[in-house]
């Protein structure tokens, strides 16, 4: 089956069309034909806007991510949480996040999706969990917020990640992706997905919001991608 992506994504309307799509037909099974964003954009000033944007968003993000990161420090445990992910090539790095999830978080996860199949179904599909038992009360305000994603700055600023782009992948979830659009891009802190219909897709549909955003890579994209975060922000869609 091959699907134009314009026909299943419209950034530009706000729609997500791809999330409907990918409820009747599976990621993988999905051909997208696509121009490929390869301009000089992507090649030479993607860079250089995400180090400017950082250098001069520093001195208002800063103080927020000292302010929160002291808060979560509270309950005793390093505010701060790192694991390795997918980059860029497949090429593996240290992704920094606030700490939102108690200290015994894997331990906790694995026993809460033995005892209930349901939460292994949603787990299975998505990747992620409404009701996630590792949470804690602080973190529930910093992933509704999107705020535990503001350290991921110092990953754009070493050259990581991306302002924007696809979610950064765990390395357990590479055999789950069906994609190749992920490993031509660096992962960005927002993104299409990020920005459409996060919590309702499946993982694998994540493949067709990175094949759509390579497609219409470009600096109007990324602005536009960039000011559709801060509606994400303020309307607290994260979890």
């Known amino acids: 089956m091959t699907i134009n992506y314009r026909e299943f994504y419209s950034f530009r309307s706000g729609s997500a069309d791809a999330v409907r799509r990918s ?10 034909v696509k121009p490929t964003g ?3 954009y992507r090649r030479f000033f993607k860079r250089a806007f995400d180090v400017t944007a950082i250098v001069l968003a520093a001195p208002a993000v800063v103080p927020i991510v000292a302010i929160a990161a002291a808060l979560v420090a509270r309950d005793g445990g390093s505010p701060f949480y790192s694991q390795m992910r997918v980059g860029k090539g497949g090429k593996r790095f240290r992704m920094w996040k606030l700490r939102s999830m108690v200290r015994d978080a894997d331990a906790r996860m694995e026993e809460y999706l033995a005892a209930n199949p349901d939460a292994r179904m949603e787990w ?3 990747q992620k969990l409404k009701a996630d038992p590792r949470i804690t009360r602080m973190g529930k305000f910093l992933r ?20 924007v782009g696809p979610r950064p992948m765990m390395i357990s979830q590479q055999s789950l992706y069906p994609g ?13 997905w990020q920005t459409s219909g996060r919590n309702r897709t499946t993982f694998e549909a994540r493949a067709l919001f990175d ?16 000011a559709a975060t801060v509606g994400v ?3 607290g869609t994260g979890y």
């Open 211 to 226: 094949d759509a955003y390579e497609a219409d890579l470009s600096m109007l994209t990324d602005v536009k991608v960039l």
């Open 233 to 235: 922000v303020v309307n």
């Open 180 to 192: 190749q659009a992920y490993y031509a891009l660096r992962p960005g802190i927002t993104g299409y």
């Open 144 to 163: 509704k917020s999107s705020l535990d994603e503001l350290p991921q700055l110092w990953n754009v600023l070493v050259g990581d990640m991306s302002l």
């Open 23 to 32: 409820d009747d037909v599976a990621a993988s099974q999905l051909v997208v």
């Open 38 to 40: 390869c301009g000089p």
């Open 124 to 126: 299975d599909s998505t």
